[in-house]
C-alpha cells in the first residue's frame, strides 16, 4: 500500500511564497514520476509541475518562473517552492505518484492567496 502525504498549504498574500512537501511510503519502484496537480473550485484538476526520479522536470506554462519542484529519492519526497504567488493560484494541491500502471494520490492541501 503506499501513502502519499502533503504538507504546508496556508494562507498567503499575493506575492508570497510557500513550499508544498509530499512525502510517499509504502513499496515504491525506484523509477517514478511524482508531481502536483491543482484544482480551483469550478474547474478540472490540472497539471502543475512534475519531476521523474532521474530529475528530468515540466511544468505548466502558467506558473513557469515562479515555481520550482524537486524532489529527495532518499526519502520519497517531492517538493513545490511557490514564489510570487497570485491570486489565481489559490486552489487545493495533490500530490501524484505513477509508475507503469500504478497511480497515486495525496488528500490535498489548501492554498488560498489573498489579501
Known amino acids: 500500500q503506499v501513502q502519499l502525504v502533503e504538507s504546508g498549504g496556508g494562507l498567503v498574500q499575493p506575492g508570497g511564497s510557500l513550499r508544498l512537501s509530499c512525502a510517499a511510503s509504502?513499496?515504491?519502484?525506484?523509477?517514478?514520476?511524482m508531481g502536483w496537480y491543482r484544482q480551483a473550485p469550478g474547474k478540472q484538476r490540472e497539471l502543475v509541475a512534475h519531476?521523474?526520479?532521474?530529475?528530468?522536470?515540466y511544468y505548466a506554462d502558467s506558473i513557469k518562473g515562479r515555481f520550482t519542484i524537486s524532489r529527495d529519492n532518499a526519502k520519497n519526497t517531492v517538493y513545490l517552492q511557490m514564489n510570487s504567488l497570485k491570486p489565481e493560484d489559490t486552489a487545493v494541491y495533490y500530490c501524484?505518484?505513477?509508475?507503469?500502471?500504478?497511480?497515486?494520490w495525496g488528500q490535498g492541501t489548501q492554498v488560498t492567496v489573498s489579501s
Open positions: 501524484n505518484l505513477h509508475w507503469g500502471g500504478y497511480l497515486y
Open positions: 509504502g513499496s515504491i519502484f525506484s523509477v517514478n514520476v
Open positions: 519531476i521523474t526520479s532521474g530529475g528530468s522536470v
